[in-house]
């Protein structure tokens, strides 16, 4: 049976099973970790993980919502930059999908396979409670983009869903075409950017 620990241990060994499990996923991804590496790393008791996390999922899914609030910060400073245009918005797109095609934890969430893994041990709620945090996090920055008349007059929950399918394909260059995968990223980027910025400055009402 594990000792109870004290609220700053707490703290102190779920900030480091958060830093070292990301270290561990990243390089063994998802079916390649187990908690005793994970308590390994940290130098506490698998009894003591379950009082943290229930399951290396659990764990997992705690870090991988760290790493899209780094993607939501980026995202609203390029919204909030001032003078947003076609271009700066893609280059901010550009940005994000190379980082989550580097990024071997946001491919969890990208990865069909990768993703089933993780969606068996999350309850349902919490799966669905995250895509609708994406949108809830969205809507006020592209409301008042829309207001001040610079963004197309999509619903957000649309223009949510439209970056995360850009995203979504660089999962896919076997499917497009590895040999021409980043040529269609970055026209499918311009063409998206512009749709969204230059549409909402012609008053495209969608």
């Known amino acids: ?6 609220p700053d241990e707490k703290e102190r060994i779920r900030r480091a099973l958060i830093d070292r499990g990301r270290e561990i ?30 399951s290396k999922e659990h764990l997992l899914f705690d870090i991988l919502e760290e790493e899209e609030e780094a993607i939501r910060r980026d995202f ?11 271009e700066s918005f ?55 983009l829309q207001e001040q008349g610079l963004m197309a007059r999509y619903p957000p929950a649309v223009i949510t869903g439209l970056l995360r399918a850009v ?13 021409v995968h980043d040529e269609v990223m970055d026209l499918l980027i311009t063409f998206v950017s512009r749709g969204l910025i230059e549409g909402g400055r012609e008053g495209d009402s969608g």
């Open 1 to 6: 049976m594990s000792r109870a620990f004290t």
């Open 25 to 54: 996923f990243s390089t063994r991804g998802i079916r390649g970790t187990t908690i005793r590496q994970l308590c390994r790393a940290t130098g506490i008791s698998s009894g003591a993980y379950y009082s943290f996390f229930p």
């Open 76 to 86: 609203t400073a390029c919204l909030e930059s001032g003078v947003i245009t076609p």
């Open 90 to 144: 893609a280059r901010w797109l550009k940005e994000a999908v190379s980082s989550a095609k580097d990024n071997p934890l946001i491919r969890c969430l990208l990865d069909e396979e990768e993703y089933q893994v993780l969606a068996r041990r999350i309850p349902a709620g919490r799966l669905e409670a995250h895509l609708s945090g994406d949108i809830a996090f969205a809507r006020p920055l592209i409301e008042r």
């Open 167 to 179: 995203l979504l394909l660089t999962m896919h260059s076997r499917d497009v075409g590895e040999d």
